[in-house]
Antibody, heavy 122, light 109 residues
Framework: QVQLVQSGAEVRRPGASVKISCKTS????????IHWVRQAPGQGLEWMGMINPSDTITDYSQKFQGRVTIIRETSTSTVHMEVSGLKSDDTAVYYCARPLMRYFDWPYLDYWGQGTLVTVSS | QSALTQPRSVSGSPGQSVTISCTGTSSDVGGYNFVSWYQQYPGKAPKLMIYDVNKRPSGVPDRFSGSKSDNTASLTISGLQAEDEADYYC?????????FGGGTKVTVL
């Protein structure tokens, strides 16, 4: 069965970076985009970016351009997202998610990781 | 790119219907038929309820339906049930990007 398992909770100081991993299994890794979505406490969902694992092409929300990097590790079917220059309002649960349809970047996110809480505090 | 606009909350009694609107622009909702809707319970990951404006993934009850007119998409829950009380988010493709709505809390009275 399809599974997306994310790395554990992180605590960082303002200005630091954090790298979150999303290990996938149960499907053809290269055939589906992986999206990243975050949710601050008590707030809504916010799309951050995505990667096409087959060619490593990425797209990022304008809000996070230059501060977020998404890469894929084919040997372990894992996608990593690094967020730099952390601020207190980056405190959120970060989710990776896989779309319903293979090959397309349309945001029909059918499988989700369990979420990774990143806390940014001095 | 701004978030799509949803009402903060809607409510209805069991058995009634509620409709949640999602307003965007011609660059997102109005420009593509790639609109989806998600249901989220507190502390849980979102669940895909509608895609392609009006299609339901396997397992989603047919009480949930979607539509779109110009720059506004809508989610209707018919025959409201207690378990439908949750947060709902619309989502639209925006050309190599994605926008979510601010979320709507559905309360079953």
């Amino acid at each position: 069965q399809v599974q997306l398992v994310q790395s554990g909770a992180e605590v960082r100081r303002p200005g630091a970076s954090v790298k979150i991993s999303c290990k996938t299994s149960g499907y053809s890794f290269s055939s589906y985009y992986i999206h990243w979505v975050r949710q601050a406490p008590g707030q809504g969902l916010e799309w951050m970016g995505m990667i096409n694992p087959s060619d490593t092409i990425t797209d990022y929300s304008q809000k996070f351009q230059g501060r977020v990097t998404i890469i894929r590790e084919t040997s372990t079917s894992t996608v990593h997202m690094e967020v730099s220059g952390l601020k207190s309002d980056d405190t959120a649960v970060y989710y990776c998610a896989r779309p319903l349809m293979r090959y397309f970047d349309w945001p029909y996110l059918d499988y989700w990781g369990q979420g990774t809480l990143v806390t940014v505090s001095s | 790119q701004s978030a799509l606009t949803q009402p903060r909350s809607v409510s209805g009694s069991p058995g009634q219907s509620v409709t949640i609107s999602c307003t965007g622009t011609s660059s997102d909702v109005g420009g593509y038929n790639f609109v989806s809707w998600y249901q989220q319970y507190p502390g849980k990951a979102p669940k895909l309820m509608i895609y392609d404006v009006n299609k339901r993934p396997s397992g989603v009850p047919d009480r949930f339906s979607g539509s779109k007119s110009d720059n506004t998409a809508s989610l209707t829950i018919s025959g409201l049930q207690a378990e439908d009380e949750a947060d709902y988010y619309c989502c639209s493709y925006a050309g190599r990007s994605t926008l979510f709505g601010g979320g709507t809390k559905v309360t079953v009275l």
